[in-house]
């Protein structure tokens, strides 16, 4: 999805406040607050702020068409040179801003799209063996330290939420598949993410606000390629291309947030993530 596109929805559903209204979106409201409910105002723009640290396993790791800038060099290394990389464990870390714009379709479905930057890099440390073709023992092992990839670019994606409840308690899946397209090194990581809660709502007692516990499940793609003189450090003054494809160690982490209603059209959303990935999220939450 192309930025202008995304803004143009968001300019569409916007002026379509009025459209909304007159329909009384969300579909089967008048059903809902008839038997208790109390339902937000149907649609809404977020920005927010993600930071999240998680492990990463590096499945393959190789280096294309190496040049040293001697023709003769060049030549031998392409003819007779095996250089085999293997990655240890290593961890990323990433920050997204993004913009989200949302509608309740009906009481218990909302769809939603968005747009992010996002700001971040995966490290691991890396063993070279270096040898001949054909030649099962390698001539030299050496180890490369802190080896990393800049991940920047930016992100679109969409999603739904899935919500019910019963008295002040209440339950929600909230599923999205995000695309970012990097800047820095070529490829992009594709994302599914699926996040179940649980919490409690206290509007009852006087306090405007909800708590909650649950875990976020990521599916995520990453293959990644680019120049080896873009990543400076020890691969400063070599030519070639590299190729990583890797994934995160741990699909599942925990989660705990809370929703604070400052006004019936201002909400204040914030959560934390703990276990194999941490995580910090807070969003500002405009309704109408």
Same mark, same amino acid.
């Given at each position: 999805m192309?930025?202008?596109?995304f803004?143009? !929805?968001?300019s569409?559903l916007?002026?379509?406040?009025? #459209?909304a209204?007159?329909?009384s979106?969300p579909?089967?409201?008048?059903e !809902? =607050? ?7 105002k ?5 920005l927010?702020?993600?930071g999240?640290?998680?492990g ?6 190789a280096?294309q068409?190496?040049?040293?800038g ?7 290394i392409?003819?007779? !040179?095996?250089? =085999?990389?293997e990655?240890e464990?290593g961890?990323q870390?990433s ?9 309740w ?7 939603y799209?968005l747009?992010?930057?996002? /700001?971040?890099y995966? =490290?691991?440390n ?9 030649v ?7 180890r490369?330290?802190n080896?990393?990839? /800049? ?8 999603? #739904?939420?899935?919500?019910g409840?019963?008295?002040n ?10 695309q970012?397209t990097?800047?820095?090194? /070529?490829?992009s990581?594709? !994302? ?6 649980i919490?409690?709502?206290?509007h009852?007692?006087g ?5 909650w ?6 599916n995520?793609?990453q293959?990644?390629t680019?120049?080896?003189?873009d990543l ?9 291309q590299?190729e990583?494809?890797q994934h995160?160690?741990s ?6 947030g ?5 006004n019936?059209?201002?909400y204040?959303?914030g959560?934390?993530g703990?276990? =194999?990935?941490q ?5 500002? /939450?405009?309704?109408?």
């Open positions: 192309k930025l202008s596109h803004l143009l !929805a968001a569409s916007f002026s379509g406040y009025s #459209f209204d007159s329909i979106l579909i089967w409201k008048e !809902a =607050e008839a038997l208790g409910y109390e339902l937000p149907a649609i809404g723009f977020n927010s702020y993600m999240m640290q998680q990463i396993n590096v499945d393959s790791i280096l068409n190496l040049q040293v001697s023709p003769f060099l060049d030549k031998l392409d003819k007779y !040179a095996d250089i =085999e990389m990655a464990p961890k870390i920050n997204v801003l993004s913009l989200r714009a949302d509608v379709l009906f009481p218990f479905l909302n769809l799209g747009v992010g930057k996002l /700001d971040g995966s =490290e691991t890396v063993n070279v063996a270096v040898g001949l073709k054909n099962a023992k390698p001539i030299a092992k050496t490369i330290e080896f990393r990839l /800049d991940l920047d670019g930016y992100t679109f994606g969409g999603g #739904f939420v899935l919500a409840g019963y008295g308690w209440f339950s929600l899946v909230d599923a999205s598949y995000t970012t990097l800047t820095v090194v /070529d490829g990581i594709d !994302a599914i993410v699926v996040s179940p809660r919490g409690y709502d206290f009852h007692a306090w405007p606000a909800r708590l516990l649950g875990g976020m499940y990521q995520v793609e293959h990644l680019g120049s080896i003189g400076g450090g020890d691969f400063s003054g070599l030519k070639g590299f990583v494809k995160l160690t699909p599942w982490n925990t989660l705990a809370f929703q604070y209603q400052v019936p059209s201002w204040l959303l959560e934390v703990f276990g =194999e990935r995580s910090f999220f807070i969003s500002l /939450d405009r309704r109408f």
